[in-house]
């Protein structure tokens, strides 16, 4: 319910509500392909629908979207699979 930004190196959170909400990415996605709304999303979430020009990226003035980061954890070094020791 709250969409974080930067602005000057100061970090901002904008509560955000609507008529709809969901938990999973698939079904905010969803939503804006069939023009539901806006919604903030990573790249990697939306790049196909972006390349097909089933979204666009909406560019903001004075404000930049916080960056989120990617954790990938496993229980131990031990028995790993070649898999995810590639990753």
Do not use: K
């Not at 000057?8 to 698939?26: C, K, M, N, W, Y």
């Not at 539901?36 to 560019?59: K, N, P």
Request: charge should be negative; proline fraction near 6%.
């Amino acid at each position: 319910d709250h969409w974080p930004f930067t602005r000057d190196g100061e970090t901002h959170q904008l509560r955000i509500g609507g008529p709809f909400s969901a938990s999973t990415v698939d079904a905010v996605r969803a939503a804006c392909v069939a023009g539901v709304g806006i919604a903030m999303l990573t790249y990697w979430d939306v790049h196909e629908q972006i390349a097909r020009g089933e979204l666009v990226r909406i560019a903001l003035m004075d404000v930049e979207p916080l960056e989120v980061g990617i954790w990938a954890v496993f229980p131990s070094r031990t028995h790993l699979p070649a898999r995810v020791r590639a990753f």
